[in-house]
């Protein structure tokens, strides 16, 4: 079993900069993907990035080349680099882990199976 704890979330004004980390309880990095997910009020929650074991990284459209997925193999961290936030990027974001080495195809809530409680990004 994963425990997964996020941080970072907070209110930042349009444009601006949030890092969002999460931190497993135990040594991830060589075998599991993990993922950002994001739930805004009344939407269906939606994959924003993930990262497998070999370091691959898939994006959704709508954050591509503002958001960026890593992790820290020594910390088992986790992070969510977040750059020129829009309001349509107001959610509780959360991570996740599958414990497997790759993923492919969409970023799918149905692939995982470690979730995090989740933080709160709101961006006005």
């Known amino acids: 079993h994963v425990q997964l704890v996020e941080s970072g979330g907070g209110s930042v004004q349009a444009g601006g900069s949030l890092r969002l980390s999460c931190v497993a309880s135990?040594?991830?990095?060589?075998?599991?993907?993990m993922a950002w997910f994001r739930q805004a009020p009344g939407k269906e929650r939606e994959g924003v990035a993930r990262i497998d074991s070999t370091g691959r990284t898939s994006y959704a459209d709508s954050v591509k080349d503002r958001f960026t997925i890593s992790k820290d193999n020594a910390k088992n961290t986790l992070y969510l680099q977040m750059n020129s936030l829009k309001p349509e990027d107001t959610a509780m974001y959360y991570c996740?882990?599958?414990?497997?080495?790759?993923?492919?195809?969409?970023?799918?809530?149905?692939?995982?199976?470690?979730w995090g409680q989740g933080t709160q990004v709101t961006v006005s």
């Open positions: 996740a882990a599958y414990p497997g080495f790759v993923l492919k195809g969409s970023i799918a809530e149905a692939d995982f199976t470690y």
């Open positions: 135990r040594y991830t990095s060589s075998r599991y993907c």
